[in-house]
C-alpha cells in the first residue's frame, strides 16, 4: 500500500468486488452509485442470491462465481475484497500477481506470517495499490483529532482508550462469523488498534494483557472467543494503550475514542447519537441511537473508496501502509493469545 504511483489517467477505474455479504453490497452500491470516477464492471460471489443482486439490483455486466475469472478479466483494473478475513491474504496475493489493483477490508490477514507474505507481493508490484480498510481514518472527526494530535495541540500524547461496542444482534451473526473472523480483538478492536498507532505516533508494541467474559452468547465458547473484551497494550517509550470491545450493547452502536496528552485531551464519539435531535417529554431528555458501524461510519467508507480510486488513478497516495495492517495484526494476534493463555504476551 505504500506505494508510487506511476501515472495519472483520466478514465474511471474498473473495479471488480468480491464478496456481496454484509459490507460487500455496501461497497458494492457505493462503488455502483455514488463513487466518483470508478465503473463497476465486475462482482464475485459464490452464492447466487448475491450474484443476482449484482446483476439485478446493481446492473453489473460482468458476473462470476469464480474468484480467479474475474481475476483473468482485462477488463478489471482493480478489485475490492470484502471476503471472510481468513481468506484476505490469498486473495490480495492473488490480485497483486493477476496486475490489480487491490482495497482489502481489515484485517489483512488473522496471523503476522500471512500479512508479511502480502508485503513481499507488494513490494514486487510497486505500481499497484494494495489498501487495508482501515475505515476510521477516512472520518472526518478522527482526521480532525489526528492532525490536532500530530499538530502538538495536546502535548504529548501518550495514552489512548478507545472501544467498539456494537449493539447486541439476538440472531448471532457474529457467532457464526466467529470461526474466520480472528475473534473479537482482531474482528473489532483491529480498528482500535490501528487508531492506537496513528494517534500515539506509530510506537513499537511491546507486550499485551487481555481478558474478557462471555456475558449473552455462549456459543463463542467453542472458538474460545467472547462477546466482551478487555486488553492493555505497552509501547516503547511509555504509551499505552485500552481497548474494550463488546457485542452485547443493549442500546446501539457506540465507537469512541479517548486520546490524552501532556496538554490536554480528545474525545471522539462520545456517545451512540444518531442525529443533532435532543427529545425532551415526561420520560426524560435523549436521543435516537445508532444502529451499527455502517450508520456511524457511512461518510468515512465513502471517503476512503473515493481515497483508494484517487490513489489508483495516481492522483493521491496513501498515509495508510501496508506495514500500519501488518503492525495492527501483529498486535492483535498477541492480544488474542493473552486472551486464551491468561498470560501477559510479548507482541
Ligand atoms: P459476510 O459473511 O456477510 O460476507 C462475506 C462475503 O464473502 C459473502 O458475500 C460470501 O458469499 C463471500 N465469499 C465467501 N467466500 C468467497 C470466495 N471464496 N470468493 C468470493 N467471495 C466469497 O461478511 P462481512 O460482514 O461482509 O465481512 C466481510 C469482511 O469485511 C471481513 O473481513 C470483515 O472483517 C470486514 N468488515 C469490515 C468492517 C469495517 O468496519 N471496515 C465492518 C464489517 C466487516
Not at 468486488?17 to 453490497?25: A, P, Q
Not at 475473534?183 to 494483557?209: E, Q, T
Request: with cysteine; aromatic share 6%; glycine share 8%.
Amino acid at each position: 500500500m505504500s506505494h508510487s504511483p506511476s501515472s495519472s489517467c483520466a478514465a474511471p477505474l474498473r473495479v471488480g468486488i468480491v464478496g456481496l455479504g454484509r459490507l460487500g453490497r455496501r461497497h458494492a452500491e457505493a462503488l455502483a452509485f455514488a463513487t466518483r470516477h470508478v465503473q463497476l464492471v465486475a462482482a464475485c460471489s459464490p452464492v447466487e442470491s448475491e450474484r443476482e443482486f449484482a446483476r439485478g439490483e446493481l446492473g453489473v455486466p460482468r458476473i462470476h462465481a469464480d474468484y480467479e475469472a474475474l481475476l483473468q478479466d482485462p477488463e478489471v483494473d482493480a478489485v475490492v475484497l470484502v471476503t471472510p478475513t481468513s481468506l484476505h491474504a490469498d486473495q490480495t496475493i492473488a490480485a497483486l500477481r493477476a496486475g490489480k489493483h487491490v482495497f482489502v477490508e481489515k484485517p489483512l490477514a488473522l496471523n503476522v506470517e500471512d500479512c508479511e507474505r502480502v508485503l513481499a507481493v507488494a513490494a514486487e508490484h510497486p505500481d499497484r495499490v494494495a489498501m487495508v480498510g482501515f475505515v476510521r481514518r477516512f472520518d472526518p472527526s478522527y482526521q480532525s483529532a489526528q492532525a490536532s494530535v500530530a499538530a502538538g495541540e495536546i502535548g504529548r500524547p501518550f495514552l489512548v482508550r478507545s472501544q467498539t461496542c456494537d449493539r447486541n444482534d439476538p440472531d448471532g451473526f457474529f457467532v457464526r462469523f466467529a470461526p474466520t473472523s480472528g475473534g473479537i480483538f482482531m474482528d473489532c478492536s483491529v480498528h482500535d488498534i490501528d487508531l492506537a498507532r496513528w494517534l500515539l505516533g506509530r510506537p513499537k508494541a511491546l507486550r499485551a494483557f487481555a481478558s474478557g467474559t462471555i456475558a449473552l452468547h455462549p456459543g463463542l465458547a467453542e472458538c474460545g472467543d467472547v462477546d466482551n473484551g478487555l486488553a492493555i497494550v505497552e509501547f516503547e517509550g511509555g504509551a499505552r494503550a485500552v481497548f474494550y470491545a463488546s457485542r452485547t450493547m443493549a442500546h446501539g452502536h457506540e465507537t469512541s475514542t479517548e486520546v490524552i496528552g501532556t496538554e490536554g485531551k480528545l474525545l471522539v464519539g462520545e456517545h451512540a447519537a444518531r442525529d443533532r435531535v435532543v427529545r425532551s417529554d415526561a420520560r426524560g431528555v435523549g436521543h435516537a441511537v445508532l444502529a451499527d458501524f455502517h450508520e456511524r461510519f457511512e461518510a468515512a467508507f465513502s471517503r476512503e473508496m473515493i481515497a483508494f480510486v484517487a490513489a489508483c488513478r495516481g492522483e493521491q497516495t496513501l498515509d495508510l501502509t501496508l506495514s500500519d495492517a501488518v503492525e495492527a495484526t501483529r498486535i492483535g494476534v498477541a492480544i488474542t493469545r493473552s486472551l486464551i493463555s491468561g498470560q501477559v504476551a510479548p507482541v
